[in-house]
T-cell receptor
């Protein structure tokens, strides 16, 4: 299957700093990418939908000024957590949509664990 | 909100078939049934999907009832590496995925 990578796999930062997480589709082009976060023992929660060349669409309750999403190319989307605080500590996961067809499937990255001290 | 209902947890003996049920009684005609699984501290892994016919691949089989209101994911010979949370999702092609709580499958040695 298609491969999606994330970088970094884990990051520790101080409160008040910003952290950027990259999501790349390695062997296919993805016009749409999605960002999720997951707290311990909970399910994945969709944060936003990222479309190449346009502004991201955020889910209700997600602060767009805090979670900046940039989808600059068909293989790269970035999530920047601005002015991070301990409550932002979570597992952040991206997925990439390979396109609309019968085989349309979203492939997920391995996740990035963010710890804010 | 998730459109599916799954049991919170299940046990299966190693080497036996694991049958994971899913109810999706409000599924629309253009919605597919997808299954993903998430092994601890990893991203979800695609398993299989189908519209109305039964499907099989190298990982699993998907059985969808004739009225499409429920389905079963079958792992034919479960191993310890199949221990994970399994998510049943209904979605239109190209649409976002909304995860429910899934089924935590424990494979017993």
């Amino acid at each position: 299957g298609a491969v999606v990578s994330q970088h970094p796999s884990w990051v520790i930062c101080k409160s008040g700093t910003s952290v950027k997480i990259e999501c790349r589709s390695l062997d296919f082009q993805a016009t749409t990418m999605f960002w999720y976060r997951q707290f311990p023992k909970q399910s994945l929660m969709l944060m936003a939908t990222s479309n190449e060349g346009s502004k991201a669409t955020y889910e209700q309750g997600v602060e767009k000024d805090k979670f900046l999403i940039n989808h600059a190319s068909l293989t790269l989307s970035t999530l920047t957590v601005t002015s991070a605080h301990p409550e932002d500590s979570s597992f952040y996961i991206c997925s990439a949509d390979e396109g609309v067809s019968y085989t349309d499937t979203q492939y997920f990255g391995p996740g990035t664990r963010l710890t804010v001290l | 909100d998730a459109k599916t209902t799954q049991p919170p947890s299940m046990d299966c003996a190693e080497g036996r078939a694991a049958n994971l049920p899913c109810n999706h009684s409000t599924i629309s005609g253009n919605e597919y049934v997808y299954w993903y699984r998430q092994i601890h501290s990893q991203g979800p892994q695609y398993i299989i999907h189908g519209l109305k016919n039964n499907e099989t691949n190298e990982m699993a089989s998907l059985i969808i009832t004739e009225d499409r209101k429920s389905s079963t994911l079958i792992l034919p010979h479960a191993t310890l590496r199949d221990t994970a949370v399994y998510y049943c999702i209904v979605r239109v092609l190209g649409d976002k995925i909304i995860f429910g709580k899934g089924t935590r499958l424990h494979i017993l040695p």
